[in-house]
């Protein structure tokens, strides 16, 4: 069985190319009842986005489809929809090496903060939600401070068996084989999966 991590992939024109795509849940906290607070630009929303540290949201359409895939390891938490603005990104050109638009300020964060959350788009945009994972896995490493991942070793003998986890010590998600494929297979476009080093 091999593990690999699963990221979003890079988008175009950089950060703010990233800003646009992914949003934001890491510039506010977690709602009293722990919900993230999802910022983003809309009405356009890919279904699948990794707005924060480690944060992993969907679309509805798309939680039903990971929900009768028979996944194991995953459950998922409705997400509050704190600020949502009108920028319609997804019809600049995409051949461009620069974004159509920058922000006033240069910051890619002020494509969202400088708009008015606008209410009725973003009910428009239906639900978002958070995958919620929990650990799964043990992790080693000879330093406290590493360099690349791959300096990260995944101890196989640790893992739970479930599909798609979290580990101790790391920020990562890591994906099984089968995990791998539904994602590759429901949302290709919009993910990745990296190598990381196993060990037993």
């Known amino acids: ?59 509805d359409q798309l939680r039903q489809r990971l929900a009768s895939s028979d996944l194991t390891g995953l459950r998922f938490a409705p997400v509050q929809k704190t600020r949502i603005v009108k920028l319609e990104w997804e019809c600049w050109s995409r051949e461009s090496p620069e974004p159509a638009e ?14 008015p959350h606008d209410p009725k788009l973003a009910e428009a945009m239906g639900s978002f939600w958070e995958i919620v994972l929990s650990v799964g896995l043990t992790t080693r490493r000879e330093r406290p401070i590493v360099e690349r991942m791959e300096e990260i070793e995944v101890v196989l003998s640790s893992w739970n ?26 949302v290709g476009d919009y993910v990745a999966f990296k190598d990381c080093t196993i060990s037993s």
Do not use: N
């Not at 009842?33 to 969907?58: A, H, K, M, N, W």
């Not at 920058?102 to 708009?115: F, V």
């Open 1 to 59: 069985m091999t593990l690999k991590v699963l990221v979003g992939k890079d988008a175009r024109w950089g950060d703010y190319g990233d800003m646009l795509m992914q949003g934001m849940t890491s510039h506010l906290p977690r709602t009293s009842e722990g919900l993230l607070q999802l910022e983003r630009t809309g009405p356009y929303v890919p279904p699948i986005s990794f707005p924060g540290i480690s944060d992993i949201l969907i679309t």
């Open 102 to 115: 920058y922000p006033a300020s240069g910051e890619p964060e002020d494509y969202i903060l400088d708009r």
């Open 161 to 186: 068996g479930a599909d798609l986890c979290r580990a101790t010590g790391v920020g990562y998600v890591y994906a099984s084989e089968r995990a791998q494929d539904v994602f590759l297979r429901e």
